[in-house]
């Protein structure tokens, strides 16, 4: 069981090895807490679309699955937009069009068409808030490093003291920065993989 | 703001790809050969003015008058998937010769996230039918510009050296890191922002 959770987080990760969800990943990893944001939604949408699925697999037609998948995604989706909407306006906002377009993440359908429609209830919402916890944690490093090189900051918390956040390396908060921080993230996943003497096709979905 | 504004600001300002980071997927996808990149674009210019149109007349008509805004994303969604597969049929029974063309590409791209992301930016900027079509126009012609820029930059790639670990993916990403940087000299183009 402890390996449904696990195998997402870091082996199979989501972001950095399977390439799937990389617009959010992009887009919302200015701060780290936006990041974090934005991870606890997808968290949050993941386990509770992987367990629906799991529950009604064995009444849904083949033929109609996929249709019926993405009506149970954009409910959750719903759901989380409209609570972050009432609780947390600034986060809402911040996070823009991005809340709604989880349901186009691939990360979500993909489980959901790989796992969830295959497993039972307790594997699949552990295998949710693995996957959940792998995108979380790619998220945050991304918007870890980007707030701290790009604002000086991290949580508000100046790091390399008064002098840098000045003069950040505001590059890294526009757009090109989230490209090469993503992109050096994923080569250094590719060369660590590359020295522990694994295949790059040894990657299993 | 005038359509030549929405148009120049969507097509360069706030390029969907490089500034906005939607449609990253058949971005990266389908950009290893020009021929390809030239198929996908047509493609989604196509599926996306259709979509744009379908969802503002649902949004207009329906959802709005009928108090059903929560229902929006749902909505939109499954309007984009029936479209795509309306098209796809029509495509392969009265134009065989562009579904050829294009027929491979029209199922990635109903989870194309710029084609959603587009329909729901028209919805929340309020833009009149006129307005959205050409804001639709700009991005997917934004959408065009990159994927072809960035599949001949690939072709050239092709030959080039490289660090093993750089290989594919994060090679493709600094390319797109040194291009977007590039775009982002058309802020404050005509007081346009991001």
Known sequence: ????????????????????????????????FNSLGMGVAVIFVLALSNVTISIIRKIVPDAVRIPVFIVIISTFVTVIEYV??????DLYSQLGIFVPLIVVNCIIL??????????GFFASLLDGIGTGIGFTFAIFLMGAIREIFGSGKLFGYTVFGAEFVKAPVLYMILPPGGFLVIAFLIGMMNWIRQRKGKTKNSIQI | MSLFLIFLSSFLVNNIILMRFLGLCPWLGVSKKLSSALGMSGGVLFVMLIASWFTWAIYKFVLLPFDLIFLRTAAFILVIASLVQIVEMIFRKFIPALYSSLGIYLPLITT???????????????????????????TALGFALAIILFSSIRERLELSEIPDALKGTPIAFITASLMSLAFLGFMGFLGLSI
């Open chain 1, 1 to 32: 069981m402890g390996k449904y959770f696990s195998e997402g987080i870091i082996k199979n990760n989501p972001v950095l090895v399977l390439m799937l969800g990389l617009c959010p990943t992009l887009a919302v990893s200015t701060t780290a």
């Open chain 2, 112 to 138: 194309n996230c710029a084609i959603l992301g587009t329909t729901f930016l028209i919805v929340d900027n309020d833009y009149s039918f006129v307005k959205g079509t050409v804001f639709t126009i700009g």
């Open chain 1, 110 to 119: 993909g489980r959901a068409e790989a796992f969830a429609s295959k497993n």
């Open chain 1, 84 to 89: 972050l909407h009432a609780f947390l306006p």
